[in-house]
């Protein structure tokens, strides 16, 4: 007897429908990876999206939610599981498990705590999904990233930190509010650590054009009198203030990491601050070497301005910066390399 839908349904192509080709793997569904989860499915970037955590009832909860869901999104399949096989064949994987930041504490303090628990993260990912793009948000990103590199054994313009993006979100959206405009009307970039040694490009801040920096040339220096030197260390201090407030951040990050995530899946090559590896090989010649950007030689990960496409990392802008601007850059790398050079097992 036939069943309702054999009833219902009468088939016409003689094979199934193949595979994802825009599957995106979340990996750990804290306030993070959910934000940026729901931030990925609401933009419609995903065919398929998989959730991984160790948390078994959470994890099957949080996707229970989200296929409850189902009629207001536009991705046919949510999966979640704790076995790393649920991940195979993903396009991105947006790495946010790990330890949460705690009230006052530096991202950089958190970085022994987390690499053991990328040690067993990162190679599953890679066994199943090889092809991958990583995208790592984990705190401190930066050195998670270049953890991430060593571990996985991808090229380096397929692991990529979340680095600066958010930054740069923060401090466009401080400076349009003090000149009463939107956010997408300011021109801004941070670039360098995702975090304490940061560094705004004042030389570059403009309005249509206009270079702020023109007029005001004490602009983002203490001798300015009008204090909007002030305004990057908020952009600083902002994640301390939410944590302390709310207990953790998440959407503006989530909405971040969407962001990033569109530009690399529909290949729109636009250019975003993200944390890339700044030494690289300048030349076939075997002879050049590899050089590091704005003379930083050690090999750390920190935001540089990114152009972004489905290669990953396509290229990296070089950025026209001030003495002084180069001289903080070098500051922001030498902080992170002062943590990284001491890690093990790599």
């Not at 067993?120 to 793009?133: A, D, F, L, T, W």
Request: hydrophobic share 40%; charged share 20%; with cysteine.
């Amino acid at each position: 007897m036939a069943t309702v839908h054999e009833k219902l349904i009468t088939a016409v192509a003689g094979a199934a429908a193949e595979g994802p080709r825009n599957k995106v793997t979340i990996v750990g569904v804290g306030q993070v990876g959910m934000a940026c989860a729901v931030s990925i499915l609401l933009r419609e970037l995903a065919d398929e999206m998989a959730l991984v955590d160790v948390m078994e009832d959470k994890l099957k909860g949080e996707m229970m939610d989200l296929l409850h869901g189902s009629l207001f999104l536009k991705t046919p399949k949510i999966v979640a599981d704790k076995d790393y096989a649920v991940t195979a064949n993903s396009r991105i994987v947006v790495v946010t498990a790990g330890v949460r930041q705690q009230e006052g504490e530096s991202r950089l303090n958190l970085v022994q705590r987390n690499v053991n628990i990328f040690k067993h993260i990162i190679p599953q990912i890679v066994k199943y999904s090889p092809n991958c793009i990583l995208i790592v948000v984990s705190n401190p990103v930066d050195i998670l990233t270049y953890v991430t590199w060593k571990l996985s054994g991808l090229p380096k313009h397929r692991v990529i930190g979340s680095g600066c993006n958010l930054d740069s979100a923060r401090f466009r959206y401080l400076m349009a509010e003090k000149l009463g405009i939107h956010a997408s009307s300011f021109q801004g970039w941070i670039l360098g650590e995702h975090g304490d040694s940061s560094v705004p490009v004042w030389s570059g801040a403009n309005v249509a054009v206009v270079n702020l920096q023109k007029l005001n040339p004490d602009i983002g220096t203490d001798k300015d009198q009008e204090n909007w030197k002030d305004t990057h260390k908020m952009v600083v201090d902002s994640a301390y203030e939410v944590i302390r407030l709310k207990g953790y951040t998440n959407w503006a990050i989530g909405l971040s990491v969407a962001d990033l995530t569109e530009s690399l899946v529909k290949n729109l090559s636009r250019i975003h601050p993200v944390s890339t590896m700044v030494k690289f090989k300048v030349s076939p010649s075997l002879s050049v070497g590899l050089q590091g950007m704005y003379g930083i030689n050690d090999e750390v990960y920190l935001s540089l301005p990114c152009i972004l496409n489905n290669t990953g990392v396509n290229s990296v802008v070089n950025m026209t910066l001030t003495d002084e601007e180069v001289a903080k850059l070098k500051k922001s790398a030498e902080t992170l390399w002062g943590i990284q050079k001491d890690l093990k097992d790599l």
